[in-house]
Structure formats: C-alpha cells, structure tokens
C-alpha cells in the first residue's frame, strides 16, 4: 500500500491521531536483505570471523539478521558464534550492537543474567537455541568461564546439550 492510500484509509484514524503523527510514519522502500547474503553470513559466524568482519562492514544490517534453516530454526551471526563457543566473535558481536541473549550470557558464565531469568520463567532451562542446542550446551562450551553456571544449570535438572527443534 502506497503512502496515500494509507493516508486516505485512515479516515477515522486522522480524528483521533493529529496529523503529524500520521505523517510521522515512513514507509520505507528498502528491499529485504538478500536470503543469501543472510546465510553466507550466518554460516561462516560458525568457523570465518574474516570473512564475517568483511560482510558485516560491507552490509551493517547483518548484524541481527536472521536465517531461517527451516521448521522454526533461525540463527544470527551471535547464535552461530555463541553455540559454537567463539568468545572473540561473540565480542565483536555485542561490540557491533548484536542483540545478546540468554544464550550468549550462558556461554560466558554470566550467572547475574541467567539466575534472575530461569527465576522470572523456569521453563527457559529447556530453551531451545539454534539447532536445539540448549543453555547447557552453551555453559558447556563456555569452558571455565561457564562452569558455574554449568552446575547451576544441571542443579536444576538440566542434562541435555541438544533438543530436536521439530
């Protein structure tokens, strides 16, 4: 829908909203990013911070772009970087403005984040990440840095890495 016609359907809308709000809206024109583009960058968050570093200056709105591998499996750049435990691409992630997550704060043993969160909703224990991998899983691959959330995560009955998505 054009702008116009957005304005000339809003009828009733324009005697409740002031115009300036209406007009405040901008529609933008800007394509999606390419679906390509999005997995190159995702698959190489996994193994070629390189190549990701080139990408994501090249395109900036990769940063929290997300792939779709299918029956509800979506992964950014941080999730790939975070199940596969590369701390120094997660940095640069969060560095960049990535959107961190409970994920992420479970690979660097961040129990000030997680504690509070399985306190506010429990069931995230079994959370699934990208691919099904869980918050023990990223504990896990955080190593030391991680290991008492490891434990705290198991101390709740934690005990799977992997969960089947589908």
Sequence with gaps: MKRSQFLKSAGVASLIFPATALLSF????????????VQEFVGKSHS????????????PTLLNAAH?????????????????GNKDLVKYFIEQGAQANIFTAALFGRMDIIKPMLDFSPS????KG?????????????????????????????????????
Excluded at 26 to 37: A, F, G, N, V
Excluded at 48 to 59: C, G
Excluded at 140 to 162: N, Q
């Design 130 to 166: 990208p691919h099904g991998f869980t918050l023990l899983h990223h504990a896990d691959r955080g190593g030391d840095e991680a290991l008492e959330v490891k434990e705290y995560l198991m101390s709740l009955g934690a005990k799977e890495t992997k969960i089947p998505l589908y």
């Design 48 to 59: 070629d911070p390189d190549r990701v570093k080139v990408l994501l200056a090249e395109h």
């Design 26 to 37: 901008r529609i933008e024109d800007d394509p999606q990013l390419d679906k390509s583009l």
């Design 124 to 127: 995230i224990l079994h959370a």
């Design 68 to 84: 779709d591998w299918k029956y509800g499996d979506f992964e950014t750049g941080l999730g790939a970087a975070s199940h596969v």
